[in-house]
């Protein structure tokens, strides 16, 4: 079965610091996703991962992924109140569109 | 843009009767559309696989006579929650993939309430 996992939970960071949220799963997988979810909202798009040593970034956030370690991190510079949010990881083993979630981040950036 | 669009946005219904979700793919065809569900402060599920033409395929431990789907379109998927109780009250996002490099688009959601 497979499992992701998200580290931390919760994070609570000062405006202006950096922070990075990680992802780690348990299968072989070449595709990972992440997404924002705000409350009481569906989920917003962030980044398509597709391949081994992929890193993308749109604005303060910068994903990239890891096949080998199976691992994903997301990272955020200079943090502003508009990134607080809550952020997912999710998987598709070559399965196109049956993801697994993690457990999810709730990012709160404090003034 | 939306691209994919979900009817209701929230719906409160009484215990034991149902209720329709549609999904519709506003400008793509989706042969296949997902189904997922999110209770409070958890992750999403996915619940089960819609297959334009052909029968739902469930996930392990989700009801296939309680959350009844039908994909009679290659734009439209409909969930029906059938004898809705308390414990279905639920986040249901629906979902497609415009291709296989394509994020899974999800649509706004829709907040089931039985009460």
């Known amino acids: 079965e497979l499992k992701v996992e998200q580290n931390p939970l919760f994070l609570s960071m000062q405006e202006g610091k950096n922070y990075t949220i990680y992802c780690n799963y348990s299968t072989t997988s070449d595709r990972l996703y992440w997404y924002r979810q705000d409350p009481g909202k569906s989920l917003e798009s962030l980044f398509v991962?597709?391949?081994?040593?992929a890193v993308k970034q749109e604005g303060r956030l910068m994903a990239s992924l890891d096949t080998k370690a199976r691992l994903s991190t997301l990272h955020i510079t200079a943090a502003v109140h508009d990134l607080s949010a809550t952020y997912f990881c999710?998987?598709?083993?070559?399965?196109?569109?049956?993801?697994?979630f993690g457990q999810g981040t709730i990012l709160t950036v404090h003034p | 843009g939306a691209v994919v669009s979900q009817h209701p946005s929230w719906v409160i219904c009484k215990s034991g009767t149902s209720v329709k979700i549609e999904c519709r793919s506003l400008?793509?065809?989706?042969?296949?559309m997902f189904w997922y569900r999110q209770f409070p402060k958890q992750s999403l599920m996915l619940m089960a696989t819609s297959n334009e033409g052909s029968k739902a395929t469930y996930e392990q431990g989700v009801e296939k006579d309680k959350f009844l789907i039908n994909h009679a379109s290659l734009t439209l998927s409909t969930l029906t929650v059938t004898s809705a109780h308390p414990e279905d009250s639920s986040f249901y996002i629906c979902?497609?993939?415009?291709?296989?490099?394509?994020?899974?688009?999800f649509g706004n959601g829709t907040r089931l309430t039985v009460t």
């Open positions: 979902s497609a993939m415009r291709d296989a490099d394509s994020p899974l688009h």
């Open positions: 400008d793509f065809q989706a042969t296949t």
């Open positions: 991962l597709l391949s081994n040593g």
């Open positions: 999710a998987v598709d083993p070559r399965e196109y569109g049956k993801l697994t």
